[in-house]
Structure formats: C-alpha cells, structure tokens
C-alpha cells in the first residue's frame, strides 16, 4: 500500500471531522468558515506529507562529478541512481490554502444567495485552492549512484593513483536533490 493511501484514511476522517465541527459550530449560531477552512487546510497539509518520493534514472554524460573528493571529473557514459524522499511545504502555504478555502466557501454562499450553481462554484475555487497549495511543495531527495558510470581523466582510484583512461565507478556514491511537484 503506498504511503498516500495509508494517509487518506487520516485524511478522510479529518475531513469529516471539519464538516461535523463547521455544522456544530452553525447550528450554535457561529460562522462555521474560518474554522472550517482551517481544519481542512491542516488535513490537507497533513495529507501531501504522508507522501513518499521515489526517483531513479540515469547519471547523464558530460555532468561535472567529485566522485573522489577533490578529484572533480566528467562523466562520460551514464550510469544509474535510485533516491527517496518526503515532501514539505514553505511556512505560510498552509495559511495560503486556509485562505482560499475560506473564500471559496464565502464566495459559494455568494452564488448560492445570488440562485448560481454552488456545487460547481465551490469545485472549482476548492479545486483551485487545493492545486496552488500542492504546486508549492518542495521535494526532498536523498540519492544513491550505482557503480558503472564512467569518468573522464583526471581523477584519482578509490586507492589514490592517478587514472589517465575513462574508467567505470566500482562505488556506490550518494547525494541529494530538490524538485517541485508539477
């Protein structure tokens, strides 16, 4: 199971949680919208990070390396990488995503007491809302080269004698990177 079924489970009672406390709050005579848009943006929020990334390609030719340290060289014929990593978010998305829920469920009361289609108003802007948020989280990777790229002279053997022909990596060597989600 992947991780964001796992979490959809906790997204789905958080949800249903915000509904049940929104109609609470109505019926005891308080605007349910503020509340409501918070507790959801933080189930959403909560949601995206149970999120797993899981990279692998190729290790390029003609990309820089310091394979060894301080023994910078080229790579010459590609080899392969694997990485995992989480997603998170800038301070300040989460209240982003608040904000426009919050507007969303303002402007479909505005449709609804103006005799619009609230169901397809409040769709779209919650849609929108939801999209803008997760367009800004920050991808975070760690990631592993496997053996068989090869490197362009000069660099140094793993046993520190100068190697003056490409030579394929016998090492593992890792890093790691950060992306967007598109």
């Keep these: 199971m992947s991780m964001l079924a796992t979490g959809q489970l906790g997204l789905f009672?958080?949800?249903?949680?915000?509904?049940?406390?929104?109609?609470?709050?109505?019926?005891?005579?308080?605007?349910?919208?503020?509340?409501?848009?918070?507790?959801?943006?933080?189930?959403?929020?909560e949601y995206m990070i149970t999120a797993k990334v899981q990279t692998g390609g190729v290790v390029t030719?003609?990309?820089?390396?310091?394979?060894?340290?301080?023994?910078?060289?080229?790579?010459?014929?590609p080899g392969n990488f694997t990485g995992t990593g989480t997603?998170?978010?800038?301070?300040?998305?989460?209240?982003?995503?608040?904000?426009a829920l919050e507007k969303a469920y303002y402007d479909a009361a505005d449709t609804g007491a103006?005799?619009?289609?609230?169901?397809?108003?409040?769709?779209?802007?919650?849609?929108?809302?939801i999209y803008e948020f997760a367009i800004q989280a920050k991808v975070e990777t760690d990631v592993e080269v496997k053996p068989g790229?090869?490197?362009?002279p000069p660099y140094m053997s793993p046993t520190g004698t100068p190697v003056g022909n490409p030579a394929p990596t016998t090492l593992d060597g890792t890093g790691?990177?950060?992306g967007v989600i598109s």
């Design 149 to 152: 790229a090869s490197l362009a």
């Design 176 to 178: 790691s990177g950060t």
């Design 13 to 45: 009672s958080d949800l249903k949680s915000s509904y049940k406390n929104a109609s609470d709050n109505g019926e005891a005579g308080f605007d349910p919208v503020p509340d409501l848009a918070a507790e959801q943006a933080t189930a959403i929020y």
């Design 61 to 77: 030719p003609g990309q820089m390396t310091a394979f060894i340290p301080n023994t910078p060289s080229v790579v010459v014929a």
């Design 114 to 129: 103006a005799g619009g289609d609230v169901a397809e108003q409040l769709s779209i802007d919650v849609s929108t809302a």
């Design 87 to 99: 997603i998170d978010f800038e301070d300040g998305a989460v209240d982003g995503l608040r904000s």
